[in-house]
């Protein structure tokens, strides 16, 4: 797909030109690329609701990439720019996570042309109900075909709100838990799903820096996190778990904190819960926060010196436009999106390094497979081997200490306590995404056609999905 130099391209043309690049590298009849590489359908649905004794209407869409594997899986977003673009954009995306990081499902996502900060509560819950009604309908949610997640604008409430809906319209479904991720623990929902992309974001940017090789190939210094400047674009629910993660486990310094209503920047660090707590106090801005310096255009700090830049919010926000001025060292895409692909072209022959959002976006699918399988074996992880691991370790830890060896109190208690869910959730998320970089470097340097990580990225999850496709017998 050729594109002019000086036009900017839509999202969905970024995907899809990051995919023609990775094809590039493999050999894939034409045929098959064509279809891994477009949106298998997308159903669009128009309804009413009466808000207030006034009767308003709705747009939305859900879309299906690949259905490769079953269930289809991707977030429904609730937001008053969203489009059928976008939505197939993100749908495509999900297909090439799920594919990398070993997750077995097909590439799906929701959206619903709404702003949800001018309606209440009661009536966010009529128009979520009514939209996941149509969706039901035409079978675009279910355990077994098509289970969404929270994405801008929806969450645990949402969720929650699409699980009753569905029940009610499937009584016989026992599986119901399934139809959806990301939902409260009280519903089905799993330990440590709200921090996950945030979480998955730091364990990827971890891995990283595991690998001198790639640490020197970003012009960066040491074999941890610590001490590094990062700037954050977005305190949602991805960028403010990753800058928190950061900040409190791995002793980095935020320097800068960008919102939609202005930015933070202090050189000597930011306290990122004492910015997420301003924010939430005040109407989701920062605008007014004393501790640190405003600016106004929040867009002018993407440009600012740090070594790690987190772009968590929309797509787009790195550009043709300011990727020349961009001064980071390494991009670490925790939203979808957020680099243009005429930016990272800019970029890479600047030599700023990207780790690619189909990569580092892939915490939240990969905490969602884990709900999903709990929902499914009606049994929360860890229930059946707890009490016998923490047996096991004690009787380990008395075996040591009758050999002469006394340990610390917090030491007995680290070594004897048996896991709970969380910390099967988190190890299994951190295995992931360790796995998952090692095989995107590992192509990297070996493949001389292979210039980015991105490029790596992608073309192992075309690779993937192809062979699951001529398993089925789709093949020429």
Known sequence: MAVPPD??????????????????????????AQYIKNVNNVYQVRFPVKINGKIENFVGWRSVHSDHQLPAKGGIRFAPNVNQDEVEALAALMSYKCALVDVPFGGSKGGLLINPRKYDRDSMEKITRRFAYELIQKDYIGSGVNVPAPD?????????????????HGPKDTDYFGCVTGKPVSSGGIHGRVEATGRGVVFGLREFFRHPEDVKHARLEGDTLEGKEVIVQGLG??????????????????????????????????????????????????????????????????????????????????????????????IAEAANGPVTFKAETILNEMGVVIIPDVYLNAGGVTVSYFEWIKNLSHIRFGRMGKRYEENKNNLFIKAIEQSGKKLSEKLVSQIGQGPVELDLVRSGLDDTMRNAFQEIRERYWKEKKVKSYRTSAMSISIEKIYERYSIMGIYP
């Not at 999202?11 to 009849?29: H, K, M, W, Y």
């Open 7 to 32: 036009k900017e391209v839509s999202f969905l043309e970024s995907v899809n030109l990051s995919f023609d690049a990775a094809l590039a590298t493999l050999d894939i009849p034409e045929g098959m």
């Open 237 to 330: 629910n991805v960028g403010y778990h990753t800058a928190q993660i950061l900040e409190e486990e791995d002793g980095v310094k935020v320097i800068a904190i960008l919102e939609w209503d202005g930015a933070i920047y202090d050189k000597k660090g930011l306290n990122v819960e004492e910015i997420y707590q301003y924010k939430i106090e005040n109407k989701g801005g920062v605008k007014g926060f004393t501790k640190g310096q405003y600016f106004e255009k929040s867009a002018e700090l993407l440009e600012q010196a740090c070594d790690i830049l987190i772009p968590a919010a929309r797509e787009g926000v790195i550009n043709q436009a300011n990727a020349p001025r961009i001064k980071a060292k390494l």
């Open 152 to 168: 801008m604008g929806t969450g645990q409430r949402e969720m929650s709100w699409i699980v009753s809906t569905y029940a009610a």
